[in-house]
């Protein structure tokens, strides 16, 4: 089955700075990459996705990038502001099947310090 | 994104006693819904999934009849934490699937369950 792996588990960084978050996953079979922003007491927000059919994606100070021959996706926030501190998850899924299974990664939590 | 609803948000309860939690999608129909378990500081666990008039597909390790999935119209569907111990105390998450047509999944704001 699907493994999905993440780092770094917690990342500090001061406001205006970039953050990046790496996942890889293991099976070549999955299509679908999405990035969940959970904060406290609360549960998973999409933040972004991505298919396989395209190498990156960006939404305003968000973007995400895939590379499908390393199964590796990052998430990348620039201009970090305080509000973004958060855990984030990243998550990998065949399309099209059944149940629709999303694995997720293991969480990075994200610091932002003013 | 399309919302999901979560009720309750907080429960506290005595050992022994079942627990009701539910999950209705507001703008969709929703063929599938999953629930998951969070511990502290962890990462989502999928309990178990629930498709719409069907039974309740349960994860590996996950004891069905303590934890009773109904799914029984396309916008609601309920997990019964029944005879709680401490050890069942979680932070418990659903999310609801619109479709094939689209592959995003949203989750409800969750339900922390303390049991005493």
């Known amino acids: 089955g699907e493994n999905v792996e993440q780092h770094p588990s917690t990342l500090s960084v001061q406001e205006g700075d970039s953050a990046v978050i790496k996942c890889t996953y293991s099976d070549s079979a999955s299509n679908y990459f999405p990035w969940y922003k959970q904060e406290l007491g609360k549960g998973p927000q999409l933040i972004i996705d991505?298919?396989?059919?395209?190498g990156e994606k960006k939404d305003q100070r968000i973007a995400v990038t895939l590379n499908k021959t390393a199964k590796h996706f990052s998430l990348h926030i620039t201009e970090t502001q305080p509000e973004d501190s958060a855990v984030y998850f990243c998550a990998a899924k065949k399309m099209n099947t059944g149940f629709q299974k999303l694995v997720f990664g293991t969480g990075t939590r994200l610091l932002v310090s003013p | 994104g399309a919302v999901v609803s979560q009720h309750p948000s907080r429960v506290i309860c005595k050992s022994g006693t079942s627990v009701k939690i539910e999950c209705r999608s507001l703008d969709f129909q929703a063929t599938t819904m999953f629930w998951y378990r969070q511990f502290p500081k962890q990462s989502l666990m999928l309990m178990a999934t629930?498709?719409?008039?069907?039974?309740?597909?349960?994860e590996q390790g996950v004891e069905k009849d303590k934890f009773l999935i109904n799914h029984a119209s396309l916008t609601l569907s309920t997990l019964t934490v029944t005879s709680a111990h401490p050890e069942d105390s979680s932070f418990y998450i659903c999310s609801a699937f619109p479709g094939t047509a689209n592959e995003k999944l949203f989750f409800g704001s969750g339900t922390q369950l303390s049991v005493l």
């Open positions: 991505i298919r396989s059919n395209v």
């Open positions: 629930s498709n719409e008039g069907s039974k309740a597909t349960y």
